[in-house]
Nanobody
């Protein structure tokens, strides 16, 4: 089955950086559109950054998304973090009309 496992969350001070990684298995990774979503407490899940199978990206200014098809991984580099970036970050894969999700990793930015 499809598995998405996120790594790299944690506690960081405002202005700091974190790099999240997601390892995918059970999926034709190179064909999937990958995304990172964030769910803050009491809020809906929102798209932070996405990257298509041909590495076309959209991203929120301070964040950069990249993928390594050979390793089936997608990373999210987050710089100049702010307290409002706090939340659970989820890795997603979209392929052939289906969406798959990881279990999420907590990111907490202290002021």
């Amino acid at each position: 089955q499809v598995q998405l496992v996120e790594f790299g969350g944690g506690l960081v001070q405002a202005g700091g950086s974190l790099r999240l990684s997601c390892a995918a298995s059970g999926i034709n990774f190179s064909s999937a559109t990958m995304g990172w979503y964030r769910q803050a407490p009491g809020k809906q899940r929102e798209l932070v950054a996405g990257i298509t199978s041909i590495s076309s990206t959209n991203y929120v200014g301070r964040f950069t998304v990249s993928r390594d098809n050979a390793k089936s991984t997608v990373d999210l580099q987050m710089n100049n973090l702010k307290p409002e970036d706090t939340g659970v970050y989820y890795c997603s894969a979209h392929l052939l009309g289906r969406n798959f999700w990881g279990q999420g990793t907590q990111v907490t930015v202290s002021s």
